[in-house]
């Protein structure tokens, strides 16, 4: 199945509201799906939204920090683990279990420390802090096949400065949810997205 270069983060979100946003966001076309682990029964939320998402979307879990969290993550049937930084033994764990894995990193020196690592693509965080600028400057000496995504301050009205600068996707968190948002709320918005990434990709 192939899927938008767009994560849904959802921090905050609970076991009982999972599955509706994620119908919503599957919907509007974003099949990457996140669920961070300092949510409330994160492990729960995961283990709902990939069950009922089997086939139509990846779910995975954010700001994993330790192996045992990976080992709890794909237990729970998450494929993929995102991470705030860049730890070598969390990315080991993550492939060893057969996951994707995406950490966080902010400089040269932890970005290639990723890619030695095995990382499947490079969560640059915060974004809004990096800017197009600073990931432009160092997606020059990186490999070119590695995904790059923007996260934190990424939204459709500056995509296209990311994608200029040579992001492969994002990673969408309070634009897209935040606790007391409805379904509806978050659909409307995913539609925003998508609309915004698919022009992107195809200028």
């Known amino acids: 199945m192939a899927h938008r270069h767009l994560i849904a983060i959802l921090r905050g979100i609970t076991p009982t509201e999972v599955f509706d946003v994620c119908h919503e966001l599957v919907a509007a076309g974003i099949t990457l799906i996140e ?13 709902r939204a990939a069950r009922g998402f089997d086939g139509r979307a990846l779910i995975g879990a954010g700001t994993v ?7 709890e993550v794909a237990d729970a049937g998450g494929r993929f683990v995102v991470s705030p930084d860049t ?10 279990r057969g996951l994707a ?10 970005a290639f420390s990723a890619i030695r690592a095995g990382a499947t693509g490079l969560k640059f965080f915060p ?14 000496v990186l490999p070119a096949g590695m995904p790059l995504y923007a996260v934190g301050g990424a939204n459709p009205d500056n995509f296209g400065e990311y994608f200029a600068a040579g992001c492969a996707g994002f990673g969408l968190g309070t634009y897209l ?4 948002m409805t379904a509806g709320d978050v659909a409307q918005r995913a539609q925003l ?7 992107g990709v195809s200028r």
Do not use: Q, W
């Open 35 to 47: 669920v961070p682990l300092n949510s409330p029964d994160a492990l729960r939320s995961i283990e």
């Open 65 to 71: 920090l330790s192996r045992t969290e990976v080992g």
């Open 87 to 96: 730890n070598p033994v969390v990315i080991a764990a993550t492939l060893e």
């Open 101 to 110: 894995s995406y950490p966080g990193v902010f400089t040269p020196s932890e």
């Open 127 to 140: 974004a809004e802090v990096l800017g197009p600028r600073g990931i432009k400057a160092m997606k020059a």
């Open 177 to 180: 949810y935040k606790p007391g």
């Open 193 to 199: 997205a998508v609309a915004a990434y698919d022009h």
